[in-house]
């Protein structure tokens, strides 16, 4: 069984950088068969993605809105990858989720939604 | 990016009665790559629908969908009540990933 666990500080200074990590276990980051992203959401609000990567690869790409301030790497030895968001405001905090997305075909890239996501970290950002 | 409107913003029903959610996308979705999702309060959105048809693994066949191209349908048969939730429409076939604003499925 796949779990996924989000974590980092649960409160950020304006204009500080966000940092969070997901760490993956039942399941290897490096197996090549999944894209791995972060997607975030305010309270009572609906759901953002932030972006992706993808180790077998070595891609990511990022939501345009966001594209400038974000960064997502991975630490394979520790099955982990983070998010990195600079220049904090008030309109960052939320609920930050990590999720799976499962490549099911390579011929042409057909994937699955996201079907294991972490239980969601908090960030909010205030001074 | 293309855009997910979902329809109606609120659902109230009873425990029994069918559910039918719609998303209706301002442009195609390629492949039929359209997911839906139900999420409970507090918790992270469970998968139930890829391939806008597909239902995930463990999902109870009272949850279908159907649609292609620009118009898809999420149906429940018979609300159970673990379905009172927000149930989410979401595309993965083109960069940015988007989803919908969200469906609340309320008692009535």
């Known amino acids: 069984q796949v779990q996924l666990q989000e974590a980092g500080p649960g409160l950020v200074e304006p204009s500080q950088t966000l940092s969070l990590t997901c760490t993956v276990s039942g399941g290897s980051i490096s197996s090549g068969r999944d894209y791995w992203s972060w997607i975030r959401q305010p309270a009572g609000q609906g759901l953002e993605w932030i972006g992706r990567i993808y180790i077998g690869g070595g891609s990511v790409i990022y939501n345009p809105s966001l594209k400038s301030r974000v960064t997502i790497s991975t630490d394979t030895s520790k099955n982990q990858f983070s998010l990195r968001l600079t220049s904090v405001t008030a309109a960052d905090t939320a609920v930050y989720f990590c999720a799976r997305e499962p490549i099911l075909s390579f011929g042409v890239i057909v994937t699955s939604g996201f079907d294991y996501w972490g239980q969601g970290a908090l960030v909010t950002v205030s001074s | ?108």
Request: aromatic share 10%.
């Open chain 2, 1 to 108: 990016e293309i855009v997910l409107t979902q329809s109606p913003g609120t659902l109230s029903l009873s425990l029994g009665e069918r559910a039918i959610v719609s998303c209706r996308a301002s442009q195609s979705v390629s492949s039929s790559h359209l997911a839906w999702y139900r999420q409970k309060p507090g918790q992270a959105p469970r998968l139930l629908i890829y391939g806008a048809s597909n239902r995930a693994t463990g999902v109870p066949d009272r949850f279908s969908g159907g649609g292609s191209g620009t118009d898809f349908t999420l149906i429940i048969s018979r609300l159970e009540p673990e379905d009172f939730a927000v149930f989410y429409c979401q595309q993965y076939g083109t960069s940015p990933l988007t989803f919908g604003g969200g469906t609340k499925v309320e008692i009535k």
